[in-house]
């Protein structure tokens, strides 16, 4: 039995000892009346203490579900995080390939070129489908949460803190950072 119902049942005997009381039609004395009137108001404060317990306990139970519920989403959503971070350097490997100035008179290179350029689509696509995006900042200003400073260049042609060049892509997955972009960031001229 709880406390709660234990107030309750406590609280039952008094009133049906008060009814009986009643129905004798037999005068108590005034110390047992306010020895009973006592005995109710501590039953009564018994019952509110438990009463809050009870919506304490509610409410601390809905408060670990929604951290459940929010843990199971995050694990969910960022499952994929260091499986992605051992592909990245396989998909930098594929763009160096291609960047790399190569013979293009050569059909052989010629369709080998062909065959990374769709191998390096298909590893894109497969990044964009599980919310992995690029975080290629060319020409936009300099974000500390997003971007790893390699080195700084200074230029007239940029505002200075604007990132000039990409050296490494940088990756979030679902809007948490997985890499930071390498850049080469603007310096206003000496």
């Known amino acids: 039995m709880t406390s709660e119902e234990k107030g309750s049942a406590e609280l039952e005997d008094v009133a049906a000892a008060e009814d009986q009381m009643v129905d004798e039609s037999t005068e108590l004395p005034a110390d047992d009346i306010e020895s009973l009137k006592a005995r109710l108001l501590v039953l009564e404060e018994q019952v509110d203490d438990q009463k809050e317990t009870v919506l304490r306990a509610k409410a601390e139970e809905q408060n670990i579900k929604r951290r ?53 689509k298909m590893f894109e696509d497969v990044l964009v489908k599980h919310n992995l995006e690029v975080v290629s900042p060319e ?20 505002e200075p803190n604007t990132v000039m060049a990409v050296m490494q892509k940088g990756y979030t997955l679902s809007g948490r950072l997985v890499r930071p972009a390498m850049v080469v960031v603007s310096k206003a001229p000496a």
């Open 68 to 120: 459940a519920d929010n843990d199971v989403s995050n694990a969910r959503k960022f499952a994929l995080e260091r499986f992605a971070n051992d592909l990245l350097p396989v998909i930098d490997s594929l763009e160096r390939g291609l960047a790399i100035a190569v013979d293009e008179e050569n059909e052989q290179v010629k369709a080998y070129k062909e065959g990374v350029v769709l191998t390096l």
């Open 139 to 158: 020409g936009e200003p300099f974000d500390p949460a997003l971007h790893q400073a390699m080195s700084m260049q200074e230029s007239g042609d940029c």
